[in-house]
């Protein structure tokens, strides 16, 4: 997929989006092709062609994605299948698009300086899921957020409080390749794509945990407490998946209530469950 792809499918992320939130906001309704077509100003034909280009499936079976009662089927069949998937750690075949992904925290000298004396590369990219700020360092990818409203200078904000001393350079060229490696992935490729990760020591056991769940699997907050061997800690997790500087391929979208509700999401909850609903589309297509 080229960078020029990724821009195209980043403008159509944002009326998907919007398509989303208005599903959501008249589910009792249940607004038909015809009557969301005509909000986002678009004909029948081109909305359902540009709704099953980026999701794969209709709008209608991208809806049912999107439920209640899907998610807490999903929840149900996950508690054998992360058995498995947990046991095979990193290199299980369900990985996120196939990323052969390795995790290297800082030292705790590393953590305690803030940075100091590092060089972070950072630029801003299209992706398939809106616009996102993607940062690197020399260890690899270290920052990973995507951009709520367009607001730029805030993420940047972000990137610099989570490292506080490090010198931020602005380097979209060198990022470049970062971001085509995530979003398109050799299958066969398995030179390892490196995170970097700053944070406790507990807060990178749940993040390691979180890239282990499959691509059309969620956890409930308690089910990822309960396998890291915290059963009681289900809130620190939730403050860990709260914090997690590397959103999608540190997959905290895949992190709902137990309940099934979706929860909250750094990145918007619209953006979440278009994540979800699309990893769904994804595994069942």
């Given at each position: 997929?080229s960078?020029?792809?990724?821009?195209?499918?980043?403008?159509d992320y944002?009326r998907i989006?919007?398509?989303?939130?208005?599903?959501?906001?008249?589910?009792?309704?249940?607004?038909?092709?015809?009557?969301?077509?005509?909000r986002?100003?678009?004909?029948?034909?081109h909305f359902?062609?540009?709704?099953?280009r980026?999701?794969?499936?209709?709008?209608?079976?991208?809806l049912?994605?999107?439920?209640?009662?899907?998610?807490?089927?999903?929840?149900?069949?996950s508690?054998?299948l992360?058995?498995?998937t947990?046991e095979?750690?990193l290199?299980?075949?369900s990985?996120?698009?196939?990323?052969?992904?390795?995790?290297?925290?800082v030292?705790p000298?590393?953590?305690?300086?803030?940075?100091?004396g590092l060089?972070?590369?950072y630029?801003?990219?299209?992706?398939p899921?809106?616009?996102?700020l993607?940062?690197?360092?020399?260890r690899?990818?270290?920052?990973?957020?995507?951009?709520q409203?367009g607001?730029?200078?805030?993420?940047?904000?972000?990137?610099?409080?989570?490292?506080?001393?490090?010198?931020?350079?602005?380097?979209?060229?060198?990022?470049?390749?970062?971001?085509?490696?995530?979003?398109?992935?050799?299958?066969?490729d398995?030179?390892?794509?490196?995170?970097?990760?700053?944070?406790?020591n507990?807060?990178?056991?749940?993040?390691e945990?979180?890239?282990?769940?499959?691509?059309?699997?969620?956890?409930?907050?308690?089910?990822?407490a309960?396998?890291?061997?915290?059963?009681?800690?289900?809130?620190?997790?939730?403050?860990?998946?709260?914090?997690?500087?590397i959103?999608?391929?540190?997959?905290?979208?895949?992190?709902i209530?137990?309940?099934?509700?979706?929860?909250?999401?750094?990145a918007?909850?619209?953006?979440?469950?278009?994540?979800?609903?699309?990893?769904?589309?994804?595994?069942?297509?």
């Open positions: 997929m960078i020029e792809d990724l821009k195209k499918q980043s403008r944002q989006e919007r398509a989303i939130y208005m599903l959501e906001e008249e589910t009792v309704q249940q607004p038909d092709l015809k009557m969301l077509a005509a986002l100003k678009l004909s029948e034909f359902q062609r540009l709704f099953s980026w999701a794969g499936v209709s709008p209608k079976r991208f049912q994605f999107l439920t209640l009662d899907h998610a807490k089927e999903v929840l149900t069949k508690e054998s992360l058995d498995v947990f095979a750690g290199s299980s075949v990985r996120l698009h196939d990323l052969f992904l390795q995790c290297e925290a030292t000298g590393e953590y305690k300086n803030q940075g100091q060089t972070i590369s630029g801003f990219h299209s992706s899921f809106g616009d996102c993607l940062a690197v360092t020399s690899g990818i270290c920052w990973f957020r995507f951009i409203q607001n730029r200078r805030e993420a940047l904000e972000q990137l610099g409080l989570h490292w506080k001393e490090a010198t931020l350079e602005s380097h979209a060229k060198q990022t470049s390749p970062f971001l085509t490696r995530i979003f398109s992935p050799v299958r066969n398995r030179k390892p794509l490196y995170l970097s990760l700053k944070g406790t507990f807060q990178i056991k749940v993040w945990a979180l890239i282990r769940i499959p691509q059309g699997g969620m956890m409930s907050y308690q089910q990822v309960r396998y890291l061997g915290k059963p009681t800690a289900s809130r620190a997790v939730a403050n860990a998946v709260a914090n997690n500087p959103q999608y391929l540190i997959p905290c979208h895949r992190v209530q137990s309940l099934g509700t979706f929860g909250g999401y750094q918007g909850p619209e953006r979440k469950k278009a994540l979800l609903a699309w990893e769904a589309a994804q595994t069942v297509a």
